[in-house]
């Protein structure tokens, strides 16, 4: 058997594991076989690739990865979808040694046997920007990749200053990548149909703003002045600084206007105003 899963197949495996997909792990199933080659099509996924991907689910994007590069790690949580997963991958023609699968919280993952080389996952919504974070600053091997997930998030991940969606992710995501927009997909794609859009944001490795004391200097900052966008930087940085006149100091020390917000910021903003801090 050769090609990729299609709608009755995949019903067909979750019935016979017995599986039923929860909101609770956002599960939502890609039941179209193009979708799933566009994906791997974007992130540029070639034959030198370790892909890596999380929540493989049932396979389809897997499968997909399987195609082109010269192995796959799969990351997932339910032991139901885990054990299944080889089986899948062999009765479609492929080796059991090209595709590992790793069962465990993606969030607690930290190390993995093999280096991936680029990302490729359809992200539960509830944790799509912590695992995608997270990936980015324990895996510095992944060069590359493509997410699939909630518009809204998607927006949020490739905002820039000074518009509604810019954020706490937006910013931190830029410190050790450039984010942009890969495309919109169905909501037809998925079993179930999920109630939200989904996009696909693409990501391409830079060398990180600068070393790990620096980051978590930063993020705090990132942190505080994002907790409060509305109020003015001072204000938003005041318990940060040991009160409003400190922080006013602060961020002016910085060389950056005490009186405008958070969202006006880029990366570097928020790096001169931790640098300045922790002087």
């Not at 997909?64 to 949580?77: P, Y």
């Not at 089986?87 to 059991?96: D, V």
Request: proline share 5%; hydrophobic share 45%.
């Amino acid at each position: 058997m050769s090609g990729l899963l299609g709608a009755s197949e995949i019903r067909e495996i979750a019935e016979r594991i017995g599986v039923k997909p929860t909101k609770k792990l956002g599960q939502n199933f890609v039941v179209d076989a193009n979708t799933c080659r566009r994906i791997v099509k974007a992130a540029e996924v070639n034959e030198t690739d370790v892909a890596l991907e999380i929540g493989p689910g049932l396979g389809s994007l897997t499968l997909a990865m399987l195609e082109v590069a010269k192995s796959v790690v799969a990351i997932e949580i339910d032991n139901r979808l885990a054990d299944e997963l080889p089986e899948t991958a062999m009765r479609h023609g492929f080796s059991a040694d090209k595709l590992t699968v790793v069962t465990q919280d993606a969030m607690e993952v930290s190390s993995l046997s093999i280096d991936p080389t680029v990302l490729v996952a359809n992200l539960p919504y509830n944790v799509s920007v912590p695992v995608l974070l997270r990936f980015l600053e324990k895996f510095p091997t992944l060069r590359a990749g493509v997410v699939m997930v909630q518009s809204e998030v998607a927006d949020r991940l490739i905002a820039k200053p000074n518009s509604k969606t810019y954020g706490s992710p937006s910013v931190k995501a830029n410190w050790w990548a450039d984010m942009s927009s890969a495309g919109t997909v169905s909501r037809s794609i998925f079993w179930p149909v999920p109630n939200v859009d989904s996009s696909l944001v693409r990501f391409i490795r830079h060398q990180p703003a600068g070393d790990e004391a620096l980051r978590k200097a930063t993020f705090r900052i990132i942190d505080a002045a994002f907790a409060q966008r509305r109020k003015m930087l001072r204000a938003a940085l005041s318990d940060l600084c040991g009160g409003s006149a400190l922080a006013s100091a602060v961020i002016t020390a910085a060389g950056i206007d005490p009186t405008i917000r958070g969202e006006a910021l880029e990366l570097g903003d928020f790096i001169k105003i931790a640098t300045t801090l922790n002087k």
